[in-house]
């Protein structure tokens, strides 16, 4: 997946530290930190499909990281020896952000059907 910076004319951001967690549904959840050169800023992009009764649900959204969060982020991120530690700041990062976030992809039903 490509990451574009909110700011249209920068184009593609660069991904800098990245994560594979894994969503309470068994799914696999993907955690980027994603730089734009141009502005100067950081971006925390969180992604998945989910497997649901019916098909697949996709969403991506993404959190505009403060300088202080990103450098925190990244050290976190930085420490590969503990990936459980890893995904639970991640996730209670998630979580905290909630209202910071904006979407990426509209957590839309882009339902594959199981059917086929």
Known sequence: MDYTCPVAEHGEM??????????FTGDEKY???????????????VSMEAAVSSGV????????????EAREMLAVMAEESDP???????????????DRRAIIEDEYERWVSSEQ
Do not use: M, W
Request: hydrophobic fraction near 35%.
């Open 14 to 23: 660069e991904v800098v530290q990245r994560f594979t967690g894994t969503h």
């Open 57 to 68: 649900n996709c969403f991506s959204f993404r959190v505009e990281l403060t300088a202080d």
């Open 84 to 98: 459980d530690r890893i995904e639970q700041y991640l996730e209670r990062f998630d979580q905290n952000s909630v």
């Open 31 to 45: 955690y980027r930190v994603a730089y734009c050169p141009k502005c100067g800023i950081y971006h925390f992009v």
